[in-house]
Nanobody
Framework: QVQLVESGGGLVQAGGSLRLSCGASGRISIINVMGWYRQAPGKQRELVATITSGGSTNYADSVKGRFTISRDSAKNTVYLQMNSLKPEDTAVYYC?????????????WGQGTQVTVSS
């Protein structure tokens, strides 16, 4: 099992910044990719950004140039720096970790942290 604990959400005005953190514990050796997803009310959960154990990153087009994902392997923590926030970034943000185990692909989710951007 892998446990993910998120922090850093909150309320911010448009144009402001927030940094989300996600700490992983447990069987972290099986984890290859960590990332952030978000879900706005009435919408499906969508990918925001991911980062592999090798440092390769991937971003949704809607956040490119504004958000930066990073990973501190020594602390088993992934960060999402969000700048130039827009009201449409308002959502619950979920940390995700996935990798391969003996039974195949496996993934874990954090409990979610609310990000609200006011106009």
């Amino acid at each position: 099992q892998v446990q993910l604990v998120e922090s850093g959400g909150g309320l911010v005005q448009a144009g402001g910044s927030l940094r989300l953190s996600c700490g992983a514990s447990g069987r972290i050796s099986i984890i290859n990719v960590m990332g952030w997803y978000r879900q706005a009310p009435g919408k499906q959960r969508e990918l925001v950004a991911t980062i592999t154990s090798g440092g390769s990153t991937n971003y949704a087009d809607s956040v490119k140039g504004r958000f930066t994902i990073s990973r501190d392997s020594a602390k088993n923590t992934v960060y999402l720096q969000m700048n130039s926030l827009k009201p449409e970034d308002t959502a619950v943000y979920y940390c995700n970790a996935n990798g391969e185990s003996r039974v195949g692909f496996i993934q874990y989710w954090g409990q979610g942290t609310q990000v609200t951007v006011s106009s």
